[in-house]
């Protein structure tokens, strides 16, 4: 098994939020496709995006991609700045930077 | 190890190219959920809009840049979860056909969304 250590959930984060994404883009570009059959099909899949259960699951995308593109940069940092230097605080800042932005945010999405 | 058979580059260029595309995508997707879900707000997306805004050439090119790098970024890290997990060469060989056959189909139908000139309706 893994040894858990700093930056081990960050990992899996980082791949569990990837897999998210990739599910949602699929998705997306699906219901985007729309345009393509006409104005009907297009506003109707944009009325079924404004029900509650979508505005929760928009809430979701947008902590999944906070935390991956934060995350991303950490990784950057880490491969080709002096980030290597840095290790802990990098993981650290990461979950300050996300928990801050996606709870302001969230507010405005939910708002 | 079944590792050894399966592969014969490093994934050193698709380990850089992830990076790049990855730092790229920060910048994309920030503006494309900035100005689709705070500024402009899904509730006010309407097929009018859309096309009013694919109507112009810059954000129809961001849009389709955005498609590529996105794909690409997102297929290449199913790529590597793949290639973690998956060590018979046989079955990593179907996992990344099904993912490379179902990335092409989703961005065919994402090019067609954003390439296609649609016409604004006149109500």
Redesign the interface.
């Known amino acids: 098994m893994y040894k858990w250590r700093g930056g081990m959930l960050s990992w899996i984060l980082h791949?569990v939020s990837?897999?998210g994404?990739?599910i949602f883009?699929?998705i997306h570009?699906?219901g985007?496709?729309h345009?393509?059959k006409?104005?009907k099909a297009?506003?109707d899949v944009?009325a079924m995006?404004?029900t509650p259960l979508?505005k929760i699951l928009?809430i979701f995308l947008?902590a999944a991609?906070m935390f991956h593109?934060i995350n991303?940069?950490r990784?950057?940092l880490l491969?080709?700045a002096s980030g290597s230097k840095y290790p802990k605080p990098l993981v650290w800042s990461t979950y300050i930077v996300t928990g801050v932005v996606f709870i302001i945010?969230a507010y405005?999405?939910w708002t | 190890m079944a590792y050894k058979n399966a592969t014969s580059n490093s994934g050193a260029v698709s380990w850089y190219l992830q990076r790049i595309t990855g730092a790229i995508l920060f910048f994309q997707v920030l503006f494309h959920f900035g100005v689709y879900h705070f500024i402009t707000g899904v509730s006010n997306i309407s097929y009018n809009v859309a096309i009013e805004r694919l109507a112009n050439p810059w954000w129809k090119m961001f849009e389709f840049s955005f498609l590529i790098f996105a794909l690409y970024h997102g297929a290449n890290g199913i790529k590597m979860i793949i290639d973690d997990y998956i060590g018979v060469p046989g079955w990593r060989l179907a996992a990344l056909t099904v993912l490379y056959v179902g990335m092409f189909v989703v961005f065919m139908a994402g090019t067609t969304a954003i390439i296609v000139i649609h016409k604004p309706v006149v109500y």
């Open positions: 791949r990837g897999i994404l990739v883009i699929i570009i699906e985007m496709f345009i393509a006409g104005p297009f506003n944009i995006y404004n979508f928009e947008f991609i593109a991303g940069i990784i950057v491969d080709f945010g405005f999405l």
